[in-house]
């Protein structure tokens, strides 16, 4: 009886616990190179759909994790003025992330756009998913499909 009981009480453990810790997945500030050479300044265009992304990641990813933190620009700047790998993922731990996301955009031409992904384990300072993708148009439609499109193909962590 008393093995019965002590099995059930660490059935009941595992079982409260879920499957796994909850881990907080830090959001980098997302970064755009714009090659295309387009004679008008979008900066304030792109600086809206950056940030619409980041909002959009967060919250969508937070039913993966047991928190999201968006990481402000300013806290790279003033943590990380040389924005070197390792610097980064220092701010990502003192921010409190186990998980870090990083996000470049890359604008080629009117039309064709690339997104490279990678998402850091924090503690062992190692990739843990990396993910490329093109998408058509640098429109506010087609930023926010291809957020949903990468958030429904990145894995659980």
Not at 139 to 152: C, I, K, N, P, Y
């Amino acid at each position: 009886m008393r093995g019965f009981l002590m099995s059930a009480v660490l059935c009941l453990g595992a079982v409260l616990a879920g499957p796994g810790q909850a881990l907080t997945l830090g959001i980098m500030p997302i970064k755009l190179l714009d090659t295309s050479g387009e004679g008008t300044d979008q900066a304030a265009v792109h600086g809206a759909r950056i940030d619409a992304m980041g909002d959009a990641l967060g919250r969508d990813l937070a039913a993966r994790y047991g928190e999201t933190l968006l990481i402000a620009p300013r806290d790279v700047s003033t943590g990380c003025p040389t924005e070197d790998a390792q610097c980064l993922i220092d701010v990502a731990a003192a921010a409190g992330a186990d998980q870090a996301l990083f996000m470049v955009v890359v604008k080629t031409s009117e039309l064709i756009m690339q997104m490279y992904v990678q998402i850091v384990d924090v503690p062992r300072r190692a990739v843990v998913q990396k993910r490329e993708l093109n998408f058509r148009g640098d429109t506010d439609e087609s930023w926010r499909r291809a957020g949903q499109f990468l958030v429904d193909n990145l894995r659980t962590p």
